[in-house]
């Protein structure tokens, strides 16, 4: 919990999201247990109606990958995809990771990542504003994110973070 609250995340999305802490044992891939363990890891299930994947981050600074994914699991979903559904005028952000996605919740999906060609069909079907704010080194590939949807009829742009800047570590305005 520390960790997850240091990150400025709010008990209300990480319950809201799903959001749970292994603190010691085998962990479940697929509902099979594997010998690979996820103690010490926060797990973000994927799936908005039904669990289709997890993604995991190590919140003891002692794993070799801080970030593991269940198997199977491609890069080319989003993260909190009914988002794009929400017609409004306001934006919904699209960022690198789940974590950053909590963090702008409930206005935020993520690419795992960085964004794919898979991504760019449902981010011009949103029905509402698409901002790019990838972390502080991509911001000029959140740019040209952002101008290829304007192009492709959808209102559309980018933030530039400073370098080294995460868009979970910047304060939100409501």
């Not at 199977?72 to 690198?96: H, Q």
């Not at 011009?124 to 901002?131: E, F």
Request: cysteine-free; overall charge positive; hydrophobic content about 45%.
């Amino acid at each position: 919990r520390d960790y997850l609250l240091g990150r400025g995340l709010r008990a209300e999305v990480l319950r809201e999201a799903g959001v749970g802490v292994a603190e010691a044992g085998v962990g479940l891939d697929a509902g099979v247990l594997k010998r690979r363990s996820l103690a010490g890891r926060v797990i973000i299930p994927i799936g908005e109606r039904a669990v289709l994947g997890w993604v995991s981050r190590d919140y003891t600074g002692r794993a070799e990958r801080p970030y593991l994914y269940s198997r199977g699991m491609t890069r080319d979903r989003l993260y909190n995809d009914g988002a794009l559904a929400v017609s409004t005028d306001r934006p919904v952000y699209v960022v690198e990771g789940v974590l950053d996605a909590l963090a702008l919740w409930p206005d935020a999906v993520a690419v795992f990542g960085k964004p794919l060609e898979a991504h760019v069909e449902p981010l011009v079907r949103a029905k509402r504003p698409v901002v790019f704010v990838l972390d502080g080194d991509a911001w000029q590939e959140g740019w040209a994110w952002g101008m290829k949807l304007r192009f492709l009829g959808q209102r559309s742009g980018s933030v530039r973070l400073e370098a080294r800047v995460d868009p979970d570590e910047v304060d939100r305005v409501a």
